[in-house]
């Protein structure tokens, strides 16, 4: 194939980070006509991006072209700044961290937490582990396979939207309560890390597992929960976080999510 193809997918990535939506077929006609060199070369190169490798490049292509734009905009700040700002994340990581659970939640039954998140089993491979469920293949789970399919469905319902608002909720399944909180920037303010178009993916969601965790087990408290919910203690059964791949979502890292039961006050 003569078509660069690179060249071909970074233009590519240029329009997603510009419109925020699916490009269709009359706008990418042009693209294709300024790097193809016959309807042969575009028809190829259509067919390579719908295989494993080519969708793999495009998303790494288009991570970085949100970092190179995140450069653009991010205000410039001096060394002393900067280290100020990091002092004060790992503060505030470590604050968190140290937080104990109250002895009477340590005594029960523990909760199934499950982290499916992206990896890189063998350090010569760079594609990364796709993951399409929330349940990491072979998990121990107390919830049924229609239960498992339908917390994947309301963790795909999450909107992928900068409002912190509309992607914190409650919902019923079965008389249990599940809970869904997604994760932006906004999610991040006050912890040190960038922006998503920034660096330290993998340290942010390493860091989104980890209060994943505190968060289910605050929940379980009526009074870490918004009226209207239901009154009393509610059991914790099952959680986890699910991450979202780089370059799937334009505002969502992923969502923590947790199944609860009800217990009468």
Request: net charge negative; aromatic share 8%.
């Amino acid at each position: 194939m003569k078509t660069d193809i690179d060249t071909c997918l970074r233009d590519m990535a240029d329009w997603y980070i510009r419109n925020r939506r699916e490009i269709t077929p009359a706008e990418l006609q042009p693209i294709l006509l300024k790097h193809c060199e016959s309807e042969a070369e575009a028809e190829k190169f259509l067919k390579f991006l719908e295989t494993e490798p080519g969708q793999m490049r495009f998303k790494t292509l288009l991570k970085e072209a949100k970092m190179a734009e995140a450069v653009k905009v991010m205000p410039k700040r001096t060394p002393e700044e900067l280290l100020e700002i990091n002092k004060l994340g790992r503060r505030i990581r470590e604050e968190r961290e140290q937080e104990e659970e109250p002895s009477y939640l340590k005594e029960q039954a523990q909760p199934i937490i499950h982290e499916a998140i992206t990896a890189n089993p063998d350090p010569t491979q760079f594609m990364p582990v796709e993951v399409t469920s929330a349940f990491p293949k072979g998990a121990q789970s107390r919830l049924t396979s229609a239960e498992q399919a339908k917390i994947d469905s309301l963790i795909e319902r999450v909107p992928d939207k900068n409002d912190t608002r509309e992607i914190n909720y409650w919902e019923d399944m079965n008389g249990k309560k599940v809970y869904l909180e997604g994760w932006i920037d906004k999610c991040l303010a006050g912890t040190g890390f960038p922006p998503m178009e920034g660096v330290e993916w993998d340290e942010k969601i390493q860091y989104m597992v980890r209060d994943t965790r505190r968060t289910l087990i605050a929940k379980q408290e009526e009074r870490n929960r918004p009226p209207g919910v239901g009154p009393g203690y509610f059991t914790l059964i099952e959680g986890g976080f699910r991450e979202f791949e780089a370059g799937d979502r334009g505002w969502l890292y992923g969502v923590t999510w947790g199944v609860y039961k009800p217990v009468m006050a």
